[in-house]
Nanobody, 122 residues
Framework: QVQLVESGGGLVQAGGSLRLSCVASGRTFSRSVMGWFRQAPGKEREFVAAIKWKGGNTYYADSVKGRATISRNNAMNTVYLQMNSLKPEDTAVYYC???????????????WGQGTQVTVSS
């Protein structure tokens, strides 16, 4: 089992930036992929970005491409999501998740954090 704890959310004005962090513990070696997802009120959970622990391959949703950067610190078992040029439509609860499969499909991620709220004001 992998335990995930997110932090870094908050209230920011449109155009601003935030960096989210996700610390992984437990059997982290059993999950090779870390992803960020988000869920806005009344909407489905959607993929934001993913990264491989080994190699650092990344993938982004079109909605955040060019504005988001996912990175990892293997020594600290931590994954980051830097979000720039934030828009009101980025407002959501952001979750990090772990998977053994390189995918954007949420159901393939079997460990989830509790989420951190990001609110972007216009």
């Amino acid at each position: 089992q992998v335990q995930l704890v997110e932090s870094g959310g908050g209230l920011v004005q449109a155009g601003g930036s935030l960096r989210l962090s996700c610390v992984a513990s437990g059997r982290t070696f059993s999950r090779s992929v870390m992803g960020w997802f988000r869920q806005a009120p009344g909407k489905e959970r959607e993929f934001v970005a993913a990264i491989k622990w080994k190699g650092g391959n990344t993938y982004y949703a079109d909605s955040v491409k060019g504005r988001a950067t996912i990175s990892r610190n293997n020594a600290m078992n931590t994954v980051y999501l830097q979000m720039n040029s934030l828009k009101p439509e980025d407002t959501a609860v952001y979750y990090c998740a772990a998977s053994s499969v390189w995918t954007i499909v949420a159901t393939a991620y079997d460990s989830w954090g509790q989420g951190t709220q990001v609110t972007v004001s216009s």
